[in-house]
């Protein structure tokens, strides 16, 4: 078998990931629960207020995050072709995106050869890639929340009809 196959990275990059290579949030809101269990021996209703504490407590820490990320500027990421981004999306969607623009930027600056475009960046997180911004930059433009896939929006629609008008923001 070829040493490429025994990493997980060359698998994991052909799929729609979001960059997500762990589940150590599935596995935090198991310890909490576990935490807040006393015993293996507990009935139902004593499992039922314990899961929906860490239901309670796993809102509360979303929400407060939410609430930071969506009113938090963060200057690293002013890139004019950026701006319409900021406080709509999430820091690790902006900090992807950020690194776009720098190869985007030393593309047009002529720092390095533009290569071809493969949509690999895209097609694993849903993000614009560098060649897209390249193209914005050059004229002018500026990314829109409908380069982005809907799982790095801090807002996310209600129902399919506000979905429609935002994608035609």
Request: hydrophobic letters at 50%.
């Given at each position: 078998m070829p040493?490429?196959?025994?990493?997980?990275?060359?698998s994991i990059k052909n799929h729609r990931n979001f960059g997500v290579r762990v589940t150590s949030r599935a596995e935090g809101a198991h310890g909490l629960l576990k935490r807040l269990l006393k015993s293996r021996r507990?009935?139902?209703?004593?499992?039922?207020?314990?899961?929906?504490?860490?239901?309670?407590?796993?809102?509360?820490?979303?929400?407060?995050?939410?609430h930071e990320q969506s009113s938090k500027k963060v200057l690293r990421y002013?890139?004019?072709?950026m701006a319409p981004l900021r406080y709509r999306v999430g820091f690790a969607a902006l900090k992807l995106i950020a690194g776009q623009v720098d190869i985007?930027?030393?593309f047009i600056r002529g720092d390095r050869p533009t290569t071809t475009c493969t949509r690999a960046f895209n097609f694993q997180y849903g993000l614009p890639c560098c060649h897209l911004i390249k193209r914005l930059k050059?004229?002018?433009a500026q990314l829109n929340?409908?380069?982005l896939e809907p799982h790095w929006w801090l807002k996310k629609p209600v129902?399919?009809?506000?979905?429609?008008?935002?994608?035609?923001d």
């Open positions: 040493l490429r196959f025994e990493f997980a990275h060359f507990i009935d139902l209703h004593t499992l039922l207020r314990a899961i929906e504490e860490t239901l309670e407590r796993l809102r509360a820490n979303f929400e407060a995050h939410l002013s890139d004019p072709v985007a930027n030393s050059e004229l002018g929340i409908k380069h129902c399919l009809f506000d979905m429609l008008i935002t994608m035609g």
